[in-house]
């Protein structure tokens, strides 16, 4: 159980009510499921932002995800308030490792049929006693008439094995250009859009913790359900002004927060 005193201290009797960094100072001293539940449940979005990123690459979405949210769990564990960085920097990072342990670990998911991969690998065996034996590199006829197969067969087994032949990111290639070799990682690398993603949702849902309930009610309706100021206006029982001043002052809000993430 959480101690009564930190609800007391905040004035809330509800654990939603109590803000992100408080909840990690509880945590860290009482270890509390509930606690740790709740902040799970508060940062799942960068578990889902970042397995989208490595989502279509051979692993269900699913299980990827699954992995992130452990990772998450990690996170939460290991973080330190006190150290002065946010959750999500320390986050990401441990999110992505245990992704990429996971990717390791599983290697390539895609299953052929097992006569396809013993196939393939007596075609390679094969390479190299037809070279020997016909001084040249054999040819699908070769290795067909070779192993008493089709050349269908011999084929098939050649593509297959392709997809368990993944290239290196550090393999490199000669440049046309220049005398400098270009790696394979730079021509595939994009940049990363996910870390800001993630930074900027935590700075929205930081500053909204300051906002009072008309101020967050404006927020969402006028610029995430995209409600005109007028829409809004009825719904609350205001004027059109009003609700023209309460976004003012969101925004001079925002804006004051982000100078200070800023400096």
Known sequence: MIKQGYYEKEGNSNIEDIDTKTLFKIYKE????????ELIKR??????????????????YDDIYQVACIGLIYAIDRYDLDKGYEFSSFATPT???????YFRDKGWTIRVPRRIQELSKKINNSKVVLSQKLQ?????????????????????AMEASKVYTPQSLDLTYDSNNDDKDINLAELIGEDDI???????????????????????KVLVDRYFNKKTQV?????????????????????????????????
Do not use: W
């Not at 809004?232 to 001043?245: N, Y």
């Open 30 to 37: 009482t270890r509390d499921i509930t606690i740790r539940e």
């Open 43 to 60: 940062h799942l979005y960068i578990a889902e932002i970042l397995s989208k990123k490595y989502a279509n690459r051979g692993i269900e």
């Open 95 to 101: 999110i992505i490792g245990e992704i990429k342990k």
């Open 136 to 156: 040249r590199s054999p040819t699908v006829g070769d290795i067909a008439e070779y192993l008493n197969c089709t050349e269908e067969e011999v084929l098939e």
């Open 194 to 216: 996910y870390f800001s993603k993630i930074e900027n949702n935590d700075f929205v849902m930081k500053t909204m913790e300051k906002l009072n309930d008309m101020e967050k």
């Open 231 to 263: 829409a809004i206006a009825k719904s609350l029982g205001i004027s059109q002004m009003t609700v023209s001043r309460i976004e003012k002052r969101v925004i001079e809000k925002f804006r004051k927060e982000l100078e200070k993430t800023l400096n």
